[in-house]
DNA sequence: CAGTGGTCTAGACCACTCA
DNA sequence: GAGTGGTCTAGACCACTGA
């Protein structure tokens, strides 16, 4: 493999290792270089460049954390198939995973409530039987399409439902609250839809739903909602992108 | 932070960093660290084991990568919250999965032949009615319950149904060829169990089961597997890590 | 065999934090 | 100003690959 004719600035405050690195995503990012291609070995650049071999090693090191190349010892290293986007699961409201698929989202709130946490809260969450949650029950839309109701307990904000139905979006709420959300758990399973889930969702009772809840934390580890989902399965699948 | 006491055996062939970071893994997965305590400096960490500041820093780089810890210029080096498991979500087979749950995975092998691809294979993977695939179908049981089926198809591999039932590992034999799965998509939806499936799992027929199908490819992007199964929801849930 | 990535050394200077 | 992590150097030996 010949060199490749690369950028690097050293009088730049931009890190060494950080400009190769970047350089190498543009050329993958741009197609320049395919999946597939063989890099220079860590050997060349460092002496094309004259770059430490530790510091090309760490360049290196990121673009395989971040999936654009992999390395095969004896071998060389490579460029990594782009098939998938480089994006791991993510925090994400309805709307935008709504929007993300190109569809419509809206809402009817059919519950807006202060009630105490649900036994299940308690325990992941550590509160007790005296802390109050606000209750937000929503039937949620695609396309004037029912695909899910949605049961959101919060810990910790209030605000009116009129609120709610102007800003549309209980993230940005919470943000404008400076409460960010920063980890959560989603656990998915299969239920059968019972009498009231069906009717909302204009299911037969029994039908299989897509159940989902899932907890959210902000930065402090400071448990912020709980939200358990139902999903008309036809209308609405998970996908999710993995990694070895 | 006074000077932890780890065990780093230099004349083991595993890698040093490799050693410290595991040691400090534990320490965290044990509690004897907790969130929020500061780390030993890295100079300190250099000093008391005697290993170079870069053998260091190798290994708190992928402690910071798993999530374990995070970084703080001029400040110090702190065990992160713990409140998710280390893990994103990864291409994993099922026995690792059901290690991980500590339960005992075993398997019955129900069908084992040559077929065409499926259309949803032809589609998604670009393969042709010509092109054979060998298709597996496997009852899936964790301590020696039934909970799922898989069906896999695998494309470019052949092998035979003794090596399949000796080595227990749909990966290892992969790995054996030198193929290794770099990426996948996963979908999880919910269904109601057919009759054959709902027999095998032990449930009345229109159950609902979660079904996920998942498609695989190696770092070149060639097609490798592609597995339906369906699951006993009771019995399976799937759960996910998110972060913002 | 030469070439590759994997690991490791023993230093260096820098920007940053905090007392 | 002392201590921290962030970057960087210029080498070394190893295990592995492939011709």
Redesign the pocket.
């Known amino acids: 493999?010949s060199i490749l004719n690369l950028n690097i600035d050293r009088s730049s405050p931009v890190?060494?290792?950080?400009q190769l690195k970047q350089e190498i995503e543009n050329l993958i990012e741009t197609g320049e270089l395919s999946p597939g291609d063989t890099?220079p070995?860590?050997?060349?650049f460092s002496k094309a460049y004259?770059?430490?071999?530790?510091?090309v090693?760490?360049a290196?090191s990121e673009l395989v954390n971040d999936g654009y190349i992999h390395?095969?010892?004896?071998?060389?290293?490579f460029v990594s198939s782009r098939r998938l986007a480089h994006t791991l699961d993510r925090l994400m409201s309805f709307s935008e995973d709504m929007q993300n698929r190109d569809l419509t989202p809206s809402s009817q709130i059919l519950i807006f409530e202060e009630t105490p946490p649900p036994m299940k809260v308690m325990r992941h969450a550590n509160l007790s039987s005296s802390d109050r949650l606000l209750r937000i029950r929503r039937l949620r839309l695609a396309d004037d399409q029912p695909v899910g109701l949605h049961d959101t307990y919060l810990h910790g904000v209030t605000f009116s439902q009129e609120e709610l139905e102007t800003t549309q979006s209980l993230y940005r709420i919470l943000e404008n609250r400076g409460i960010q959300l920063a980890e959560g758990v989603k656990t998915i399973e299969a239920v059968a839809a019972e009498e009231d889930v069906a009717a909302l969702l204009g299911l037969q009772p029994g039908s299989p739903l897509l159940q989902t809840t899932q907890f959210s934390w902000d930065h402090m580890g400071n448990f912020v909602e709980f939200v358990i989902a139902h999903y008309h399965s036809d209308l609405y699948q998970y996908t999710i992108q993995l990694r070895r």
């Open positions: 493999m890190p060494i290792y950080y890099l070995s860590e050997n060349e004259s770059i430490s071999p530790m510091t090693r760490q290196m390395r095969e010892r004896g071998r060389g290293t």
